[in-house]
């Protein structure tokens, strides 16, 4: 891998940042909505149980870890998308840079963005309803760590799904994030879902994760159990989105799909 270009694809993606002021619509106004409506809500539930600080932390923690999943994922895909709209798809394709160096790239802004995504949730949390997500000490690396991985999986199919579909798939970059929402049980325990949701929800990595962050947020030691679990998930997921992209780009150039983004 040859770093020079991994940065050099970096940079691109801080300029289109730079440059676009629309694109931090993700970075910062959707962190600063979701901190104040989960917040509120929250509070407002908390009130009518006597729990006010329990019930606003329970669901600002679940909001904070989820924009971890968020930002990942759609720093990544939409910093591929903007190649596409850009139609500069054609051009990098005939460069030396290869696919790994490319991902490496958009994933190493993505952590920027997402940094910054996180820290404007975490703030607004802290300002507006004095919720510390550092109260989770510790545990807020390994769960941090599962929920990035899984956000990288998640844009790596969605940008399979692009290259094999076209642009008409880039919905699929909210999409996938809001199917999650529901089904990770974030802001509810799984038993809450409809029966025949429960059991996709118990396979998807990201609900224990939230359920191991839950454990920890009701002053529970970290079950390293469900972190194990998810961790294990976010692995079987990665891997298979590695061969959905591969097997999508083989596709991709033995069929000529560039013509569509000329």
Same mark, same amino acid.
């Given at each position: ?8 694809? %970096? !940079?691109?993606?801080?300029? &289109?940042? *730079? !440059? ?22 929250? &509070? ?41 709209? %850009? ?24 952590? $920027? ?5 996180? %820290? ?25 760590? &599962? ?42 325990? $799984? ?6 949701? *429960? ?17 920890? $947020? ?16 976010? &692995?079987?997921?990665?891997?298979? %989105? ?10 991709? !150039? ?9």
């Amino acid at each position: 891998m040859n770093v020079d270009r991994v940065l050099a694809i %970096s !940079r691109r993606q801080a300029y &289109v940042l *730079q !440059r676009a002021p629309q694109r931090w619509f993700d970075v910062v106004v959707w962190p600063v909505v979701d901190s104040v409506l989960f917040g509120a809500i929250g &509070v407002y539930f908390g009130r009518q149980q006597g729990a006010v600080a329990a019930s606003a932390a329970f669901l600002l923690s679940g909001i904070i870890l989820f924009h971890v999943v968020f930002q990942a994922e759609v720093s990544v895909a939409t910093g591929f998308l903007e190649e596409t709209w %850009s139609r500069n798809l054609l051009n990098l394709m005939v460069t030396p840079i290869s696919e790994v160096e490319y991902v490496a790239g958009v994933a190493l802004f993505g952590v $920027v963005k997402l940094a910054i995504g996180v %820290s404007v949730v975490s703030l607004m949390a802290l300002a507006l309803f004095a919720f510390e997500i550092t109260t989770l000490g510790l545990a807020l690396i390994p769960l941090v760590a &599962v929920l990035l991985v899984v956000g990288w999986s998640v844009a790596l199919v969605v940008m399979g799904l692009i290259l094999r579909m076209g642009q008409g798939a880039e919905i699929m970059t909210w999409g996938f994030i809001a199917v999650l929402l529901p089904l990770s049980g974030i802001f509810y325990p $799984v038993d809450a879902l409809p029966g025949a949701l *429960q059991p996709v929800s118990e396979a998807l990595p990201t609900t224990h994760v939230f359920a191991a962050a839950q454990e920890v $947020v009701r002053g529970h030691p970290l079950p390293w159990d469900e972190v194990a679990i998810g961790a294990g998930g976010a &692995v079987v997921l990665a891997a298979l %989105s590695v061969l959905f992209v591969t097997r999508m780009l083989s596709t991709f !150039r033995r069929r000529g799909y560039i013509s569509r983004h000329v």
